[in-house]
């Protein structure tokens, strides 16, 4: 049986445990923490989420985990069969790990560990954020999923990608980037309205306390 290695408070671990229970793959979850032996056992970055397959090998990065998936479980499907469809799901993929996730993450500390901010900081993660809504706007569909009738990797990249623009924009920006893209918050409520995303959803509640008590243990 597969194992995933991470914690319920990461979006990065939620995307592919929400892949694999959409697509009904058994699996074991190991709560561990970034940068900890066990972890670090399993992938030399110490980055959460990793995993381990059924051969025994272990693979790390969210995007090669989704991608084993989808090769190796090919039965439900979570790229459309054609090429053009598919890269268009890798593009919105990409998108919202560059210009939603990863500059969001910047502000982290202003939240988490309620460290001052510089204006400077604010404004180029700002400005990057704005890149991502603009690029929403034009590349998503919303009919009723983001590029379509059917729910692909782009949906659910894109739910957990926002996880931390939806914690920093407001409280550090005062500015919110689900009102700056045409359709999300529908979306938002449809991704939210299922076994599997309230199951999720439920798990990263009940490890707030535990992650935050790593991260209160953590040097700086």
Excluded: C
């Excluded at 924009?169 to 919110?176: A, E, H, S």
């Amino acid at each position: 049986m597969l194992t995933l290695h991470g914690f319920a408070y990461s979006n990065y671990h939620n995307i592919v445990k929400h892949a694999l229970m959409h697509k009904g793959i058994p699996f074991t979850e190991h709560v561990v923490y970034p940068n900890t032996p066990e972890l670090l056992a399993v992938n030399p970055t110490g980055k959460a989420p990793a995993m381990t397959t059924e051969q025994g090998t272990h693979l790390s990065e969210s995007s090669v985990l989704v991608d084993y998936l989808e090769d190796a479980y090919p039965q439900v499907p979570l790229y459309p069969a054609d090429v053009e469809a598919r890269a268009r799901v890798r593009q919105l993929m990409k998108v919202s790990e560059l210009y939603l996730d990863l500059p969001a993450r910047r502000l982290l500390p202003g939240v988490l560990r309620k460290v001052q901010l510089d204006d400077a900081v604010k404004e180029e993660v700002r400005a990057v954020l704005e890149r991502g809504t603009r690029s929403l706007n034009a590349l998503a569909s919303f009919s009723p999923y983001v590029l379509g009738e059917e729910l692909s990797l782009a949906d659910i990249y894109l739910r957990y990608a926002l996880a931390i623009p939806k914690m920093v924009g407001p409280d550090i920006l005062g500015w919110d980037v689900r009102e700056e893209v045409d359709g999300l918050e529908d979306w938002a409520r449809l991704m939210a309205d299922s076994d599997i995303s309230r199951k999720i959803d439920a798990d990263m509640q009940a490890n707030t306390e535990d992650f935050m008590a790593y991260i209160a243990q953590l040097p700086g």
